[in-house]
T-cell receptor, first 117, second 118 residues
Framework: GAVVSQHPSRVICKSGTSVKIECRSL??????MFWYRQFPKQSLMLMAT?????????EQGVEKDKFLINHASLTLSTLTVTSAHPEDSSFYIC?????????????FGSGTRLTVV | AQTVTQSQPEMSVQEAETVTLSCTYD???????LFWYKQPPSRQMILVIR??????QNATENRFSVNFQKAAKSFSLKISDSQLGDAAMYFC???????????????FGKGTLLTVNP
């Protein structure tokens, strides 16, 4: 089945540094990538949507200069948290959409737990 | 904007029993899709079942079935013969049928944490 590999699974960084999270679709072309943020015991909040080769579309209230999204190829999308602060600590999940699989074509990564100290 | 509401933050069920998780949604669209996703402790999101709004028949996947009431905008999930492995956070999700500029994004409810007691 379709697999999205998300790395790293856990990362601890110092306040003020940047962290990059990668999501790779291993056996399909991810035409659209969704990036979510999830707080403990809460729902997935969509941060942004990116289509391959295009600029990402950010949800209201999400700082695009802080959360940089790159979707340069059909198999790789990255989320960079710039100048991270402790309040950015959270669980980040990507979800890739495979158009060929139609309505079932949403595959989630296993998530990245970011801790900013 | 579409909203998805799960009114039960937590539910518990005895192993082998049946449990129903509730979900309501708000939309002005007539055609859309509804989903139930499971997020176990591993945090990996897993699709449990989906329902197309244009279909009157309720979707079923083995021990999982839904009760889709379009007029009431209700979409509950029934888990029969509950197993220990069913313990997880369950999210109800909505998606428009046509993108409408939304990139076919999913809108999630806040989730219901299901505990299965042995």
């Amino acid at each position: 089945g379709a697999v999205v590999s998300q790395h790293p699974s856990r990362v601890i960084c110092k306040s003020g540094t940047s962290v990059k999270i990668e999501c790779r679709s291993l056996d399909f072309q991810a035409t659209t990538m969704f990036w979510y943020r999830q707080f403990p015991k809460q729902s997935l909040m969509l941060m942004a949507t990116s289509n391959e080769g295009s600029k990402a579309t950010y949800e209201q209230g999400v700082e695009k200069d802080k959360f940089l999204i790159n979707h340069a190829s059909l198999t790789l999308s990255t989320l960079t948290v710039t100048s991270a602060h402790p309040e950015d600590s959270s669980f980040y999940i990507c979800s890739a959409r495979d158009w060929d699989r139609g309505i079932n074509g949403y595959t989630f990564g296993s998530g990245t737990r970011l801790t900013v100290v | 904007a579409q909203t998805v509401t799960q009114s039960q933050p937590e539910m518990s069920v005895q192993e082998a029993e049946t449990v129903t998780l509730s979900c309501t949604y708000d939309t002005s669209e007539s055609d859309y899709y509804l989903f139930w996703y499971k997020q176990p402790p591993s945090r990996q999101m897993i699709l449990v079942i989906r329902q197309e709004a244009y279909k009157q028949q309720n979707a079923t996947e083995n021990r999982f079935s839904v009760n889709f009431q379009k007029a009431a905008k209700s979409f509950s999930l029934k888990i029969s013969d509950s197993q220990l492995g069913d313990a997880a956070m369950y999210f109800c999700a909505y998606r428009r049928s046509n993108s409408g500029g939304s990139n076919y994004k999913l809108t999630f409810g806040k989730g219901t944490l299901l505990t299965v007691n042995p």
